[in-house]
């Protein structure tokens, strides 16, 4: 075992650590789960899927993409356009600024710790191949687990709305991502409809 994937394992056991605290339980197989802990593992399992060989440092981004994320509630920032622009680019900077002392405690190198700080803060989507991979991945999973929830806790949202929702996922997403897509993951049947014109009609 290479010293960067004892650093990972030790990093990654203190994310779930941190997420294993989440107050918000969510239900999965019939069993309760802290809510970021359950999301994480979703992530890692997904890149698993979608990346086998992906990096140390999408590894670990994958893990901590939510990290203790109820600690910066949506219900902090104005319900506006701008204040969800505020909010989660404040997140950005806490689950990387979080990812990054938990990996200095675990003693991975700076090196190691600035890769994932910036694909945890999301930059450089569609330049940056690993934070492109995170980003992939999070609408993989996004898609598969949440996407039907999030719709059944929006019915006044017309087709026109959803066709929106998607064509920005869709466009945030790689060539590999968009295949993974349409062939690795479970969809929701009752909204294929939506997601086929969406993806259909997307530049």
């Known amino acids: 075992m ?4 004892e650093c990972s394992d030790r990093a990654i056991a203190l994310f779930d650590a941190a997420n294993a605290e989440d ?3 969510e239900t999965a197989d019939g069993r309760p789960h802290p809510k970021e802990l359950l999301y994480a593992r979703r992530m890692s399992e997904m ?3 979608f990346a086998p060989d992906a990096s140390e440092a999408v590894r670990l981004a994958a893990r901590a993409q939510h990290i203790q994320r109820w600690k910066i509630p949506r219900n902090d920032y104005p319900k506006t356009p701008v204040g969800y ?11 990387a600024e ?16 600035n890769r994932v700080k910036t694909i945890v803060s999301k930059q450089g989507i569609k330049a940056n191949p690993e934070t492109q991979m995170l980003e992939d991945v999070v609408d993989l999973v996004f898609m598969e687990h949440y996407l039907s929830d999030f719709a059944a806790s929006h019915p006044e949202y017309d087709e026109a709305k959803w ?9 945030k997403m790689s060539p590999d991502g968009r295949a ?3 062939s690795k993951i479970k969809l929701p049947e009752h909204l294929l409809p939506v997601i086929q014109k969406a993806v259909g009609t997307a530049e």
């Open 163 to 171: 066709l929106d929702i998607l064509k920005k996922t869709w466009k």
């Open 2 to 5: 290479t010293a960067d994937s």
């Open 85 to 95: 622009k505020q909010w989660r680019t404040t997140l950005y900077k806490f689950h």
């Open 23 to 25: 107050p918000n339980i």
């Open 98 to 113: 979080t990812a990054g002392l938990l990996m200095r405690q675990a003693g991975c190198d700076d090196e190691l710790i």
């Open 47 to 49: 890149l698993g899927r």
């Open 180 to 182: 993974a897509a349409l």
